[in-house]
């Protein structure tokens, strides 16, 4: 383990949690002590976390852009019940399939303004890394498509329409909180454990590393009054044996994939040629 990695790793996690990014640079001189080389690595996190912060901060989108996925409205066969979440690229709603069969499932749609052919691709990898995975522990994929095009505004032209997945509604807690609410013995923290590592060594074998294993990603249901977890979003996914798109998918140099607070060393100082399976094992850990 690279110990200057894990350093970098501590004061960027204290920076941008407990100081404003005005207040970094003086905070980051103070903590690096003079070392030039950890300074430089902090540095490069928090750029990274910069660059994520401005590709967030977008307009919100008028009515008029999101009038197509308002809550009752319907996509293909699905009606958008409720908004379950949003990540960095999609939003995630409960929705009701009326045909051919009537269920409750999870769609995710790309935001409105973010469909870049950078984010289509990423997003595209993920419906396609969901397709490959066939466990009981991961979240199975169901369908995939495009919305409709919107309106045109003001006299333009008609948008194009963003690309969809749907899902398996997972209805439960992260798996940290599951065990904390029925206070588990360790042994059955760990029995309930295994099952995840199989979930994400099946992954592996897929040629698919998930790249951003935490508590939120792995929820725990109940089926039959038995726990069950399950891995979701597999977003920031990489291929490791097989392309997952015609578009070519890469991470630009400088780029942070994942949760700081979880990621292995070789990920936080973002290197891809550093990053394969152990990542995730670290995560696990």
């Known amino acids: 383990m690279n110990l200057g990695s894990e350093q970098a790793k501590a004061i960027f996690l204290e920076a941008i949690e407990h100081h404003a990014p005005e207040q970094w640079p003086a905070f980051v001189e103070q903590a690096c002590a003079g070392d030039v080389m950890l300074r430089a690595m902090v540095e490069k996190l928090l750029?990274?976390?910069?660059?994520?912060?401005?590709?967030?901060?977008q307009p919100r989108p008028t009515m008029d852009e999101i009038s197509s996925e308002r809550l009752g409205s319907a996509i293909g066969p699905y009606k958008l019940l409720q908004?379950?979440?949003?990540?960095?690229?999609?939003?995630?709603?409960?929705?009701?399939?009326?045909?051919?069969?009537?269920r409750k499932v999870a769609l995710k749609v790309i935001k409105p303004g973010m469909d870049s052919r950078q984010?289509?691709?990423?997003?595209?990898?993920?419906?396609?890394?969901?397709?490959?995975?066939?466990?009981?522990?991961?979240?199975?994929v169901l369908d995939a498509g495009e919305t409709p095009p919107s309106p045109?505004?003001?006299?333009?032209?008609?948008g194009g329409g963003r690309p969809y997945f749907v899902m398996e509604l997972v209805h439960g807690s992260p798996i940290t909180k599951y065990c904390d609410d029925n206070q588990l013995t360790p042994r059955e923290r760990l029995e309930l454990f295994v099952p995840v590592c199989k979930a994400i060594q099946h992954a592996h074998q897929k040629g698919i590393i998930h790249r951003d294993i935490k508590p939120s990603n792995v929820m725990v249901t109940l089926y039959d009054g038995k726990p069950v977890p399950k891995v979701i979003d597999f977003g920031v996914a990489k291929a490791t044996a097989q392309k997952l798109t015609e578009r070519t998918l890469f991470t630009q140099y400088g780029t942070m994939v994942g949760t700081p607070q979880y990621m292995s060393p070789e990920q936080a100082e973002m290197?891809?040629?550093g990053v394969d399976t152990r990542s995730d094992i670290y995560s696990l850990g």
Do not use: C, K
């Open 271 to 273: 290197s891809a040629l």
């Open 47 to 57: 750029h990274a976390r910069g660059e994520l912060g401005s590709f967030h901060e």
């Open 83 to 102: 908004e379950l979440g949003e990540g960095g690229m999609g939003t995630v709603y409960m929705a009701e399939q009326t045909q051919p069969v009537n």
């Open 119 to 140: 984010v289509i691709a990423r997003f595209e990898a993920e419906r396609q890394a969901l397709a490959l995975m066939d466990h009981v522990n991961i979240a199975r």
């Open 152 to 158: 045109p505004s003001q006299g333009g032209a008609w």
